[in-house]
């Protein structure tokens, strides 16, 4: 049976900005982010035969230390998060869309070699399903417009449609809005996972109900970023020195007021060890530290894996720089 394959980069993200806005008449936040595409992330294969059949996916783990195959007990998976079923993956998500609206019945099997924790606030699940949609498109030969490929995205998660030509950008709406921007030059970024996951959808219950309680006590409420969170202001920033960046993220004060001792103590270690600028990435629980010197970034890595299990330093990845690997 003839085949034809694709091996596809799905690169991770960080929020270098997170502002959570009013909910939206749909159930979805309004958002403004700051997202920068890294050179870390999954890997992809997708394999299409000549005959109609299933889709197949298959799953492989290289998650923190010595991490091959599922770990952390039965149906778990980097620090606990719950393993989800094949058909709830969203790269299968993303291959059954792509049938569904394309009417592509060939058989599939799809591989993923996972890299970035599951809950981990760095869209590795929306990268998947990204890179499996553009896959696809290519396999098939539908040829698919961006638009036509940003509704699919968009219909699959809030981050799926940064990730169809991932870099740097502007994010607002529910993530559909996309504006491109420049990647910042010669930044080196350690990501640090503190082993435990973070449910994105509880995580906003949770701020929701936080922000419901300060009006109730009449507390103004501080945005993230503080006066700079015109887009306009936060935009120019990111050709600045990390130094001086202005971002903020609306969940860290939330995670930090509930006792979140690890986000503490890793945002801490991060900045005592030379980060320029420190973070947390999406809604948790991945954090980061921004770096301008290569020499301190390496040292902050060495120093932080004595105490997480889950350390990576990379750097930004170029538009140029992301898709078909062979």
């Not at 030379?274 to 060495?302: H, K, M, N, V």
Request: hydrophobic share 40%; glycine share 14%; with cysteine.
């Amino acid at each position: 049976m003839k085949t034809a394959r694709l091996t596809l980069a799905a690169p991770c993200k960080v929020n270098l900005h997170l502002r959570v806005k009013e909910l939206r008449a749909d159930g979805c936040h309004e958002l403004e982010s700051i997202f920068l595409a890294l050179a870390f992330g999954d890997t992809l294969d997708v394999e299409v035969f000549d005959e109609p059949g299933p889709v197949v996916l298959s799953r492989e783990y290289r998650i923190g230390r010595g991490a091959e195959g599922p770990g952390g007990g039965p149906g778990r998976i980097g620090g606990g998060a719950e393993l989800p079923p094949p058909e709830k993956d969203l790269a299968y998500r993303a291959a059954a869309l792509f049938r569904e609206t394309t009417g592509f019945e060939k058989a599939l099997a799809l591989r993923l070699v996972k890299r970035v924790p599951l809950g981990a606030g760095l869209g590795g699940g929306s990268s998947d399903a990204a890179a499996v949609l553009r896959g696809l498109d290519a396999l098939a030969g539908t040829a698919l417009s961006r638009k036509a490929l940003a509704s699919m995205a968009g219909a699959l998660g809030s981050d799926v449609p940064f990730f169809l030509e991932p870099g740097a950008a502007f994010v607002s709406g529910r993530g559909e809005l996309i504006r491109p921007l420049p990647v910042p030059e010669k930044l080196r970024v350690v990501l640090v996972n503190p082993g435990f996951p973070s449910d994105t959808a509880g995580a906003f219950r949770r701020l929701d109900r936080d922000r419901e309680e300060r009006d109730r006590r009449g507390q103004a409420e501080a945005a993230a970023g503080g006066a700079a969170a015109d887009p306009e202001a936060l935009i120019a920033a990111l050709g600045r020195d990390p130094g001086s960046w202005p971002y903020g993220n609306d969940f860290l004060p939330l995670f930090l007021k509930e006792g979140g001792e690890a986000y503490r103590r890793i945002i801490g270690d991060l900045k005592a060890l030379g980060a320029d600028f420190a973070g947390l990435s999406g809604s948790g629980s991945t954090c980061f530290g921004i770096f301008t010197g290569g020499g301190s970034a390496e040292r902050a890595a060495r120093n932080l894996a004595e105490r997480w299990n889950f350390i990576v330093l990379t750097f930004p990845l170029a538009s140029s720089g992301m898709g078909v690997l062979q």
